[in-house]
């Protein structure tokens, strides 16, 4: 559990470390790092003069706009950079989803199983030697978000761990996101808390880019998959880490993401008949889950209200 106080402040210093913050940042976020309450959290918000902000977002860092034109609707600390867990995985499933191949049969390595488990990532429990189709291997990273099925799908679509991250980096410089980078295809902290990062803004346009993307679209909107033995590969039964998904109307995707450094974080998709409202909220709690679900439900009510 991180104390709100000095370990706080250790992250803020770590965060300057890595280069992060301009100098003239740098007074400014070590004074957010040390204060606590939603009303101090509330101040850095980035708000119209015409339109009151949403109340009780305890996200450090939060974005919501609307899908369908790109318009930022509310933000706070839009631009500042931030480790963002497993919500590295949109970025992997876009790369894999644009290279094509849905039915590609690949085979779960041991390799796969290992690193997950050494980690302590999240896992899919994925068998070695089973044979899964790229679709299914996505099912498997996006609804338990599985760190075994990132690993087997970056091996096979680099080909190598070390050529599909290149490929993300490539594709977040393709669509001009300057402060994203991701140092592995999963967003374990490895080989730091700080190696992975983005912004709430640059996250939102990696979000429209994967929803664009029917496949991806219609995974993440699953509540749970079943996937009966077949040849080749054992029964899975695999649910979303998502706990808005069926719970709260309209909501739609994405994904979940949670390391030391980041907090818990969500990426989130919420479709009504008025339109399609696209959000994130990064670190809304050290140690809480369900903050990150219950700041997500304060912005889509201000933000559908």
């Not at 890595?18 to 976020?29: D, K, R, V």
């Not at 040390?34 to 980035?46: I, M």
């Not at 969500?266 to 709690?285: E, H, I, K, N, P």
Request: proline content about 5%.
């Amino acid at each position: 559990m991180r104390l709100p106080g000095r370990l706080a402040l250790a992250a803020a210093a770590g965060a300057i470390l890595a280069g992060w913050l301009a100098p003239g940042q740098i007074a400014s976020a070590s004074a957010t790092a040390a204060t606590t309450g939603a009303a101090a959290r509330l101040s850095t918000a980035t708000i119209s003069a015409r339109i009151p902000a949403p109340t009780g977002v305890h996200a450090l860092g939060a974005a919501l706009e609307q899908e369908n034109t790109g318009r930022l609707l509310w933000s706070r600390a839009a631009d500042t950079k931030r480790p963002i867990g497993s919500l590295t995985k949109v970025m992997t499933a876009l790369v894999v989803l644009r290279a094509g191949g849905p039915n590609r049969e690949l085979t779960v390595s041991q390799a796969a199983v290992n690193y997950a488990r050494q980690n302590d990532g999240s896992s899919a429990g994925l068998h070695a030697g089973d044979k899964l189709t790229t679709q299914q291997l996505l099912e498997a990273m996006l609804v338990p978000s599985g760190c075994d099925a990132a690993y087997v799908l970056a091996s096979a679509y680099g080909p190598g761990l070390p050529a599909f991250v290149a490929k993300m980096n490539a594709l977040a410089r393709q669509l001009g996101l300057g402060r994203t980078h991701f140092s592995n295809a999963d967003g374990l902290p490895l080989p730091g808390e700080y190696s992975t990062y983005s912004t709430p803004r640059n996250l939102l346009v990696i979000a429209r880019a994967a929803m664009a993307e029917p496949l991806f679209r219609s995974i993440v909107a699953a509540h749970r998959i079943y996937l009966p033995a077949g040849s080749g590969h054992h029964a899975y039964i695999w649910h979303t880490t998502n706990q808005l998904i069926s719970k709260y109307p309209g909501m739609i995707g994405i994904k979940t993401g949670s390391t030391l450094a980041a907090g818990y974080c969500l990426l989130f998709a919420d479709q009504r008949s008025s339109g399609t409202l696209v959000g994130v909220v990064l670190d809304s709690s050290p140690s809480a889950r369900a903050v990150s679900f219950t700041d997500a439900e304060q912005l889509l009510n201000w933000g559908f209200g």
